[in-house]
């Protein structure tokens, strides 16, 4: 077990995601537009989850740069993931839902970008409370974009919703 933030369950679906290859199966089967944008998840432990975007043709805006739903993408399974895998870690049925998303843009990001999110600990006490308590609860994930040189040039907060399912 990685630890307290992952429980067996979790831990086996987590290294199933980090396999290259178990990750592709799980985006062409769930996510195929995230899959044919090259999504990759470098990173998903309890300091965070990082998943990686590339740059190029899939990605790009008509002004060669990367086109910002893509960077919404990846910001949003930077968060996700760990969501998901908290999620099946959970003693109960927990249900989840994004309900927002916001965005600011501060540079532009040519070639490959990152995408992490380092909360992971406080978004696993929150899905816990939701199973625990049977009332919804709402989790802002905050993810951070970064360009190939590792300067922030982009911010998104995920807004989800946890509720256990009876």
Not at 13 to 28: A, D, E, M, T
Not at 29 to 54: K, N
Request: net charge positive; aromatic share 10%; proline share 3%.
């Amino acid at each position: 077990m990685t630890g307290a933030v992952f429980n067996d369950s979790a831990d086996k679906l987590r290294h199933q995601v980090l396999s290259s290859f178990g990750f592709r199966i799980f985006l062409w089967r769930q996510l195929p537009l995230a899959a044919f944008a090259g999504l990759r998840l470098r990173s998903l432990d309890e300091g965070g989850c990082t998943v990686i975007l590339p740059g190029g043709w899939r990605t790009q805006n008509p002004f060669r740069s990367t086109y910002f739903a893509a960077q919404a993408m990846a910001a949003e399974m930077s968060t996700g993931a760990p969501a998901l895998v908290l999620v099946r870690g959970s003693e109960a049925k927990v249900s989840l839902l994004v309900t927002e998303v916001r965005a600011r843009y501060t540079r532009k990001i040519v070639g490959e970008s990152q995408f992490t999110f380092r909360e992971v600990g406080e978004m696993a006490a929150t899905i816990e409370r939701a199973a625990r308590t049977g009332e919804p609860a709402v989790y802002v994930a905050r993810s951070v974009g970064r360009n190939a040189s590792g300067e922030v040039a982009s911010e998104f907060e995920v807004t989800w919703s946890f509720k256990r399912r009876d």
